[in-house]
C-alpha cells in the first residue's frame, strides 16, 4: 500500500500485480508519505481497502478525500507469477505450505491465495476510484498520475519480473483453469479476462 499525503492518493496492492514496479517508481519521487510494509498491523503492504480505512479512521485521516488507485491481471497468468516467485526464493523462504511431495503445487497456490477483488471491495462494492490492468499499465498509470498530479509522468520502473521457460497455459490442466475461474469471477467479468488470451 502507498499512501501520499501531499498528492491524496492511496495505491491498494494486489501480490504479484506489480507492486515493487510502483514502489520502486514514485518512492524517488518524494510523493509517497505511507510505505506500506510487509508483515506489518498498520497499512500492511498487501492491505485491503477495508483495512486501509479502519486505519484511516483510527489516525483521523479523511478517508473520501483521497483518490483510490489499484491495478489487476490475467488471474491464471497471477497464479504462474505466485509459482515462478516462489520458486526463485525457495532455498530463501519456507513455502511448505505450497508444496505437494516436496514441490511446489500450482493447485495449492490457487487455493491459499486470495483472489483480487478481496482487496478493492468494501461490502461487496467496489470503493476504488481507478482499476488499472497490467496488460495496459503504462496508460493506466498515466491516466493515474495526471488524476492526482504526479508531473511530469514518470517512466514505470518494472521491477520483479519473473522469467518463463514454457507459456503460462502450459502450467494449467483443465480442473486448474476451472478453480482459477471460479475464484477470480469478479475480475474474470469485469475485465473480460479469458485463460487463453
Given at each position: 500500500?502507498?499512501?501520499?499525503?501531499?498528492?491524496?492518493?492511496i495505491k491498494i496492492d494486489i501480490p504479484k500485480v506489480g507492486t515493487k514496479t510502483f514502489i520502486k517508481t514514485l518512492l524517488p519521487l518524494g510523493?509517497?508519505?505511507?510505505?506500506?510494509?510487509?508483515n506489518t498491523g498498520a497499512f500492511y503492504q498487501h492491505g485491503t481497502i477495508s483495512d486501509c480505512e479502519v486505519?484511516?479512521?483510527?489516525?483521523?485521516?479523511?478517508?473520501?478525500?483521497?483518490?483510490?488507485?489499484?491495478?489487476?491481471?490475467n488471474p491464471w497468468k497471477r497464479y504462474v507469477s505466485f509459482l515462478k516467485w516462489m520458486e526463485s526464493l525457495e532455498n530463501e523462504?519456507?513455502?511448505?505450505?505450497f508444496k505437494k511431495?516436496?514441490?511446489?503445487?500450482?493447485?495449492?497456490?490457487i487455493t491459499k491465495n486470495r483472489p483480487q477483488d478481496f482487496y478493492l471491495l468494501k461490502n461487496n462494492e467496489v470503493d476504488i476510484d481507478l482499476i488499472g490492468q497490467l496488460e495496459s499499465v503504462y496508460k493506466d498509470f498515466a491516466t493515474f498520475c495526471e488524476e492526482v498530479?504526479?508531473?511530469?509522468?514518470?517512466?514505470?520502473?518494472?521491477?520483479?519480473?519473473?522469467?518463463?521457460?514454457?507459456?503460462?497455459t502450459e502450467y494449467y490442466t483443465q480442473e486448474l483453469i476451472d478453480m482459477v475461474a471460479e475464484k477470480e469471477r469478479w475480475v474474470i467479468?469485469?475485465?473480460?479476462y479469458n485463460f487463453a488470451e
Open positions: 500500500m502507498l499512501i501520499s499525503h501531499s498528492h491524496k492518493f510523493v509517497i508519505d505511507v510505505l506500506g510494509r510487509p486505519e484511516f479512521k483510527e489516525k483521523g485521516w479523511d478517508f473520501d478525500d483521497y483518490f483510490k488507485f489499484s491495478v489487476v491481471r523462504r519456507d513455502f511448505s505450505a511431495n516436496g514441490k511446489l503445487d500450482l493447485r495449492l497456490i498530479g504526479v508531473l511530469p509522468i514518470p517512466d514505470l520502473k518494472h521491477s520483479n519480473k519473473n522469467s518463463y521457460e514454457k507459456p503460462y467479468d469485469r475485465f473480460g
